[in-house]
C-alpha cells in the first residue's frame, strides 16, 4: 500500500498523558499537513511542514502541540498533557507539491481521552 | 466569514438518480483550486475530484463532476446514477494562493451526509 500511513489507528490516553501520532506521506511526497475533526464537523488544518521545516503552524494550539517531520522518519504530532477537548479524528495529508496537486489523506487516527 | 459553505447538512437520493451537492466559497484570491472528498462511515478522506478555478471546463471524474459557476462562487458536485456505496459524508474544500505557491492548506465545508435509498 504506497497511500498515507498513519498509526496508530485508535489511541486511548489519560488526560495528562502524551499522545504521539505518526504519519508516513505517501512515496515521493514531502509536504505534509496534519488536520484534526470534531465529530460531525469538517477537518480543521492545524500545521503544514516539510522536511525539517514547518511552514504554517496557524492552526495549532500554542500550547502542548507540537509537530515535527524530521530527514528520516515519519512526521509526529505530538499532544502533551492531554485533556478532554483533545478527543477528535487527526488527518495527516501528504501532496506532491504545492500548485495543483490534491491532498492524499491517510486513514486518520482517533484520540480518546478517559 | 465562511469560506466555503455547504448548506445541505443531508440529502437522500433514490439509487440510479442523480444527486447535487452544494458548495459556495469566499475568497479575494484569482488563484485557488476546489476539491471534493468523500468520508465513508470507516472514516477514510478519498480524494474524488479537483477545480482549477483556472481551468476553462468543469472537472469531471468518472460519475463525479463538478458545476463550477465562478461568477457565483459555487462548485457543486454532481454524482450521477447513485450507488449505495454513494452514502457517506462530502466535504467541499479550497485552497488558495495557487498562483504564488503560497498557502497550501485546504479549508473545509462542514459537510454534506449523502443516503441512497434502494
Known amino acids: 500500500n504506497a497511500g498515507v500511513m498513519q498509526n496508530p489507528r485508535h489511541l486511548v490516553r489519560r488526560r495528562g498523558q502524551e499522545a504521539r501520532l505518526r504519519c508516513s506521506p505517501m512515496?515521493?511526497?514531502?509536504?505534509v499537513y496534519w488536520y484534526r475533526q470534531l465529530p460531525e464537523e469538517g477537518l480543521k488544518f492545524m500545521v503544514y511542514?516539510?522536511?525539517?521545516?514547518?511552514?504554517?503552524e496557524s492552526g495549532m494550539p500554542k500550547e502542548r502541540f507540537s509537530a515535527e517531520f524530521p530527514k528520516e522518519g515519519p512526521s509526529i504530532l505530538r499532544i502533551q498533557q492531554v485533556v478532554r477537548g483533545d478527543s477528535a479524528a487527526y488527518f495527516c495529508a501528504s501532496s506532491l507539491d504545492t500548485v495543483s496537486q490534491p491532498q492524499h489523506f491517510g486513514d486518520g487516527t482517533r484520540l480518546s481521552i478517559l | 466569514a465562511q469560506k466555503i459553505t455547504q448548506t445541505q447538512p443531508g440529502m437522500f437520493v433514490q439509487e440510479k438518480e442523480a444527486v447535487t451537492l452544494d458548495c459556495t466559497y469566499d475568497t479575494s484570491d484569482p488563484s485557488y483550486g476546489l476539491f471534493w472528498y468523500k468520508q465513508p462511515s470507516s472514516g477514510e478522506m478519498i480524494f474524488l475530484i479537483y477545480?482549477?478555478?483556472?481551468?476553462?471546463q468543469n472537472a469531471t471524474e468518472g460519475r463525479y463532476s463538478l458545476n463550477f459557476q465562478k461568477a457565483r462562487k459555487s462548485a457543486n458536485l454532481v454524482i450521477s446514477a447513485s450507488q449505495l456505496g454513494d452514502s457517506a459524508m462530502y466535504f467541499c474544500?479550497?485552497?488558495?494562493?495557487?498562483?504564488?505557491?503560497?498557502?497550501?492548506?485546504?479549508?473545509f465545508g462542514a459537510g454534506t451526509r449523502l443516503a441512497v435509498h434502494p
Open positions: 511542514l516539510q522536511k525539517e521545516n514547518i511552514i504554517d
Open positions: 477545480q482549477g478555478s483556472y481551468d476553462q
Open positions: 474544500a479550497m485552497r488558495e494562493g495557487l498562483g504564488s505557491g503560497g498557502y497550501n492548506k485546504l479549508i
Open positions: 512515496k515521493g511526497h514531502s509536504h
